[in-house]
């Protein structure tokens, strides 16, 4: 599991993440309303949509929550435009970043998340800058409950590339083509299927220590708590007695 990923799994374990739900309830939001504006608002019409709804509901986002969402995105309520984003950047060590957000201004999103690299030894960057460095794929969580042996039979025999633990989870990862297949035959297995997405996994990994390490994981921390971001990809990895040492140097 990436560095960041296990870093995330600490502050959790910690109370440190997602104690302001409204911010996740707010990402869900643009997300569903931007799914069905592109697709209309049936789910049964729209895979992403089902995706969408299905991370919101994953998170305990209310259904009338849900049924606003939809609506605002397909015009039924009247309510701000959102577009989708992708910035691209560098970080501490030579690593790269992929942001992707949701904004209704750019040039004040852009503005806001140059200051935050600039202040984290980092570089907002060009089209180009990281995209090289990742490769997209399906992104599915199952519950911790199954068994390593439950997830070969049913994931990987379907074409999964690849999966992994974070203790409290498993995360498989697919091709894209394949995502909505497997997601079927791991619910044919009688497997709780959590969350579908679309990630950006990296072709290679860096490993981070030290200060760079610090720095690294608090620049992923500031771009995460920025409203217009919703999902921030790097491409370092930290070892687990760093991640250790930098969760009780903090507090």
Request: aromatic share 6%; proline share 2%; hydrophobic share 35%.
């Amino acid at each position: 599991m990436s560095g960041h990923s296990k870093w995330a799994t600490i502050k959790r374990k910690k109370g440190a993440v997602d104690a302001a739900r409204g911010k996740v309830f707010t990402r869900h939001t643009r997300e569903i309303a931007i799914a069905a504006r592109m697709g209309g608002g049936d789910p049964g019409g729209n895979a992403r949509l089902r995706k969408a709804m299905s991370a919101a509901k994953a998170d305990q986002m209310p259904n009338d929550r849900i049924d606003r969402a939809i609506k605002r995105g397909t015009g039924e309520i009247e309510g701000v435009s959102y577009e989708e984003v992708l910035y691209e950047g560098t970080g501490p060590g030579g690593t790269l970043f992929l942001v992707e957000g949701t904004t209704d201004n750019k040039n004040r999103t852009v503005a806001e998340l140059r200051k935050i690299f600039d202040k984290h030894n980092g570089s907002l960057g060009t089209s180009g800058t990281a995209a090289w460095a990742f490769d997209r794929k399906g992104a599915l969580v199952i519950g911790g409950a199954a068994t390593e042996e439950q997830i070969m039979e049913s994931a990987v025999e379907a074409g999964a590339d690849d999966y992994e633990n974070d203790g409290e989870n498993w995360t498989v990862y697919t091709p894209v083509d394949l995502m909505e297949e497997i997601g079927s035959a791991v619910e044919a297995a009688k497997l709780q299927l959590v969350s579908s997405k679309l990630v950006q996994v990296p072709k290679t990994w860096k490993e981070l220590r030290g200060r760079e390490a610090e720095v690294g994981l608090n620049l992923v921390d500031t771009l995460d708590e920025h409203d217009d971001v919703a999902t921030v990809y790097v491409d370092f990895d930290v070892p687990e007695e760093e991640l250790r040492r930098i969760a009780s140097e903090q507090g």
